[in-house]
């Protein structure tokens, strides 16, 4: 399997990213730049962690806007794996790739430690692997991971199940519901605040979030991995 790690003017966790698909995993990995107008046949692409544009105007506001990202639409709408990390997820956010927005932690602090996150669907590209209730020992570091959303649009995501994993302490950045991730309809979107590409070996502190990577292969390989819960 080939991926695509995207890299804007910012980026600082893309090596990290191709780390644990290359290195780790142990598939090809291609760096897709921003400027790049197409994925060059990638099968599921990455989002990575940082500080894209300098995070000016608002995070991921302007990285949206990037060549490289009208490629990456296709890509998702055509049902293909895409893994928003961190930054990478407030960009699928902004593209309205996935549903709600990610703003300032409650406590205006910058947090950086391990949380428990626990899986809540596994009917998705990242999670097929996984087993529902599964709780994973994930780094943050974020000051703006705290995901909301609209009372109707909450409900929504709750009812349809595409919550995907939620902090299992509570959320310390104060997300609604305890929110962690969550999915496009289909499930082949999926957003993460805390950063897995830290916890795939044991020399990092954790190996936890290896399956998410190792997790796309099933999804790939089609049948039941790709019906929803």
């Known amino acids: ?81 895409v893994f928003g990390i961190c930054n990478g997820f407030q960009i699928l956010c902004e593209a309205g790739l996935l549903p709600g927005a990610l703003v300032r932690n409650s406590a205006l602090r910058f947090l950086c430690r391990s949380v428990n996150v626990r899986v809540e669907n596994t009917a998705t590209a990242f999670t097929a692997s996984c087993e529902k209730g599964q709780v994973m020992s994930i780094p943050i570091k974020n000051g703006e991971g705290c995901f ?30 305890d929110i962690a991730g969550v999915c496009n309809d289909a499930g082949n979107v999926v957003g993460l605040m805390p950063h897995p590409e830290h916890a795939v070996d044991p020399l990092l502190g954790s190996s936890d979030a290896a399956v998410l990577f190792r997790s796309v292969h099933a999804w790939l390989a089609g049948g039941d991995a790709r019906k929803r819960a």
């Open 148 to 177: 909301v959303a609209s009372p109707d649009e909450l409900a929504r995501l709750e009812r349809e199940g595409r919550v995907v994993f939620r902090y299992a302490d509570g959320a310390p950045n104060g997300s609604l519901n």
């Open 1 to 81: 399997m080939k991926w695509g790690v995207v890299v804007f003017p910012g980026s600082c966790d893309e090596r990290d990213a191709a780390y644990a698909v290359g290195s780790v995993i142990g598939d090809e990995v291609e760096m897709l730049w921003h400027g790049d107008e197409d994925t060059r046949g990638v099968d599921a692409i990455v989002l990575p962690g940082g500080f894209s544009y300098g995070d000016y105007l608002r995070c991921g506001a302007m990285a949206r806007f990037s060549p490289v990202m009208k490629a990456v639409t296709a890509h998702a709408k055509a049902g293909g794996p």
